[in-house]
């Protein structure tokens, strides 16, 4: 998929447009998010992310829509995983409720800045390599061994260690207290930062050690440069809203981790099947390995994901509903 340099420019601009005014917005008024604004923001990036997917179907076609459409849902539902760590972090550090708005947004304007540069790496690789499918695809499929073998427990728990935190308040001069939702502070004469900067910076780089998956499964369903960015870029940016709308609801996705764990491996799959067939080995004796095309793929991980979530509803009531065991009289 050829795209001019000026379609690039002008959606970056965009992006750019749009996560610049949503800060500005959430500086001159910061407040606690309720259910009911975060379903509108969630609502709006949604829309828009389906306004882009409709320009790409008028303008290039139904193959570039669907991939990217396929793309943007798997992204978003990889990023839901983020939002356990976000938990962890803004509970961790304390973060008013007021400022958590802000602190997600420039944690997540990094995290993007910094998975473009994974994006237009794995791009090059992509179009120079084609050996590379074989590897992202074998990672996939280590990944969704790993998330369906240990789930979400051990995953917190390692976080939990602080390695990175620790390391992240030695290089940065941090102040003991919050400072409103500022950045800076003076503490006797002494600018500093406030703890806000550490999570900022901890969300950042969170999201790009699970950037280690998802880019390349998205490469798994697109190689197209412009699609992988633009779906990492709408899923990214609706997310902090996600955070907000889900809120307690995090704790009854209980099968998020198999489910996602389907998706990343059939996409492992997917990419080692495709690297096959363009180096004619599709054929193996009697036996015709089959392609993947991009509608089984978003029908396959569209059913996975509504599976996963009517199943994760129904096994939480499941367990609220489970009788506390007799306790017997000594």
Request: aromatic residues 10%; proline residues 3%; neutral net charge.
């Amino acid at each position: 998929m050829h795209v001019p340099l000026w379609v690039w420019v002008i959606t970056v601009l965009g992006i750019t447009a749009i996560i610049v005014a949503d800060l500005v917005w959430a500086d001159r008024r910061p407040h606690t998010v309720s259910m009911r604004e975060a379903t509108a923001w969630v609502l709006l990036y949604v829309g828009l992310a389906g306004a882009f997917c409709l320009g790409l179907l008028l303008t290039a076609g139904s193959r570039p829509a669907g991939e990217f459409l396929a793309g943007y849902i798997t992204e978003y539902s990889l990023s839901v995983d983020n939002l356990f760590v976000f938990v962890i972090l803004l509970s961790r550090f304390a973060v008013p409720a007021v400022s958590q708005h802000k602190v997600l947004l420039i944690g997540i304007a990094i995290s993007l800045v910094l998975r473009a540069a994974f994006i237009a790496a794995g791009t090059a690789a992509v179009n120079a390599f084609e050996w590379v499918f074989y590897i992202f695809g074998a990672l996939l499929i280590y990944t969704a061994i790993k998330l369906a073998v240990q789930g979400e427990e051990e995953e917190e728990a390692d976080f939990h260690n602080g390695r990175l935190v620790r390391m992240m308040r030695r290089v940065v001069p941090t102040s003991g207290e919050y400072d409103g939702s500022k950045l800076t502070t003076r503490v006797d004469g002494r600018r500093m930062f406030t703890p806000m900067v550490v999570v900022v910076l901890a969300i950042g780089a969170a999201n790009v050690v699970f950037a280690l998956d998802s880019i390349p499964a998205i490469f798994g369903l697109t190689q197209a440069g412009f699609l992988v960015f633009t779906a990492n870029a709408f899923a990214l940016m609706g997310l902090r809203q996600l955070y907000f709308l889900l809120g307690g609801l995090l704790d009854r996705l209980i099968y998020l981790s198999y489910g996602l764990a389907v998706v990343l491996g059939f996409i492992g799959v997917k990419l080692i099947l495709e690297a096959m067939e363009s180096e004619g080995l599709n054929d193996i004796g009697p036996v015709h390995l089959p392609h993947i095309g991009i509608v089984a793929s978003l029908a396959f991980i569209a059913a996975t994901l509504t599976v996963t979530s009517v199943a994760s509803v129904a096994g939480s009531r499941a367990r609220t509903r489970e009788p506390e065991p007799a306790r017997w009289n000594d």
